[in-house]
């Protein structure tokens, strides 16, 4: 069907909200998506748990999330397979 061919390739050429997140949010969503806490984060990083938290609140706003909850199970289902 045409129409659902059109609809897939609009859905695949629109950015996900996670490509507005820089380097480092995108590092911190990756690791969170892994399982990681907020001091093995910031140690993989090498920066301080405050920074981590800032990163958070950054992402949250970025993607227009509620809470801490609603970001750590989106980081978990966006996880890339080859990620693990």
Do not use: F
Not at 65 to 77: C, T, Y
């Amino acid at each position: 069907n045409a129409a659902v061919a059109l609809a897939n390739n609009l859905t695949a050429a629109s950015p996900s909200p996670e490509s507005r997140l820089s380097a480092h949010e995108r590092q911190v969503y990756s690791l969170m998506g892994q399982g990681e806490s907020t001091p093995e984060i910031a140690a993989v990083m090498k920066i301080s748990t405050r920074t981590v938290e800032s990163y958070y609140a950054r992402i949250l706003e970025k993607l227009g999330l509620e809470g801490m909850h609603e970001l750590r199970r989106r980081a978990i289902a966006h996880r890339r397979p080859d990620s693990a």
